[in-house]
């Protein structure tokens, strides 16, 4: 994107689009759907298309995730149930009811529809598959985020040179970590590795001052699948490994890099363009930066 890395002062700017992917329209098609579809590989000498027949599957989402569990749950025959904070839009709740969900709502931030999620499992024998991991609960998780992996070996083949700078945006941070091990395998210590959250959610760069999981306050986002308010145990872990340099953004960062995002043809979301958000906030990068970002969710009309 050469015009665009003129606008935002780099000398090269590479984007990874995951706006279309898999006609879910962002990353996390990846995740849930290649958990789903380990568990029914699994299931020895089923037939696929109803190796989870019967079973049930609970997460709470900010919209993306819960696509990929209602899609991968089509898929091989499972049911899924959705839990939605008050705070997601109701076209994510319209687009996961398409899918063959069920909907719930809960609570008025994600941390409330996911505990939702994880009494509902637990009271109905359900199985929960989040994308966050905690102690005892890492399996499911862990799967979610190898499904990441695709994209990020994806991007290592399409881009002809290894880049300066990689800016992750992060929610919980399974994302961030996956593409940041991949990238560490690929390209050693070379690039340096920058996680960007929303200002009202440090959940990440909290973890890391305290060594480990922090809960953390702060009000809504308009990054919305980056307000996560606690990370990852299994994503601090993998960053507290991989990552330079935790940074935080603010809203108007983010909707700036929105607009930015759009007059150069890419729409996208507040939390799509929290990566490039560093950029036109003003990260301090060498004049001949090479920098690779995510450009991580279609606008969510789309």
Known sequence: ?????????????????????????????????????????????????????????VTASA??????????ARLFGARAVIYLSDAVPEAFAERLR??????????????????????????????????????GYTELPLRVMEGYLQLAAEAAMQIDTAPSHILL??????????????ARLVWGDGPQIIV????????????????QVVDTSGPLSCMGRLDCKTASMIALTGLARDADVFGTISEDDARRATELLAEHGLPTTPSGAAGVAALVAGLDLPADAHVLAILSEGPEDG
Not at 196 to 209: D, N
């Open 169 to 182: 945006q992060a929610g919980v941070g399974g994302l961030a970590a996956a593409v940041a091990a991949h």
């Open 1 to 57: 994107m050469p015009t665009l890395a003129a606008a935002v002062g780099v000398a090269r700017l590479s984007l990874k689009d995951e706006r279309q992917r898999m006609g879910l329209g962002s990353f996390k098609a990846l995740g849930a759907a290649h958990a789903l579809a380990r568990e029914a590989a699994a299931c020895s000498g089923a037939d696929l298309g109803h190796a989870l027949k019967g079973r049930v599957y």
């Open 196 to 211: 960007v959250e929303p200002e009202a959610a440090p959940a990440l760069m909290e973890g890391i001052r305290a060594g």
């Open 63 to 72: 919209g993306n995730h819960g696509l990929s569990v209602a899609s991968g």
């Open 98 to 135: 398409a899918k063959g969900a069920e909907v719930i709502r809960a609570g008025a931030e994600y941390e409330a529809s996911m505990q939702a999620a994880a009494d509902a499992a637990e009271a109905q024998g359900w199985t929960l598959l989040s994308d966050s991991s905690w102690p």
